[in-house]
């Protein structure tokens, strides 16, 4: 039950977040599906080179470091076949990952 109430937590503390792609990629469409490949030191990272499926890769081009997590969930739920718990959590599992994996970054705003 702790491990329900912290994931819930996140996902709403996440919620008002902005990201913005990270400078720090190279992203290619092959083949109808977006590739994206680390870089570090600008060298590139070849052993983890992500693929992103349909619905990946329409959540990865919305991180344009204007919208916040709750719209692209809206975006998603608009595009694609799926409820509210699905949708909401595939985002956050993808910017869950797309953070460790330094695909995304946080975009500051300021609270006025």
Do not use: C, H, R, W
Not at 2 to 21: A, P, Q, R, W
Not at 51 to 80: M, Q
Request: glycine share 2%; no cysteine.
């Amino acid at each position: 039950m702790i491990s329900i109430i912290f994931l819930i937590f996140v996902s709403i503390d996440m919620l008002d977040k902005i990201y913005i792609k990270s400078e720090d990629i190279v992203v290619k469409q092959l083949s109808g599906e977006i590739v994206i490949v680390p870089l570090s030191n600008d060298i590139v990272k070849m052993s983890e080179i992500f693929t992103l499926n349909e619905v990946g890769a329409f959540i990865f081009t919305l991180f344009d470091g204007k919208k916040n997590v709750s719209s692209i969930i809206k975006n998603v739920l608009a595009e694609f076949d799926v409820d509210n718990n699905t949708a909401q959590n595939d985002v956050v599992e993808f910017v869950e990952l797309a953070l460790k994996k330094n695909i995304i970054k946080e975009i500051e705003t300021s609270t006025y």
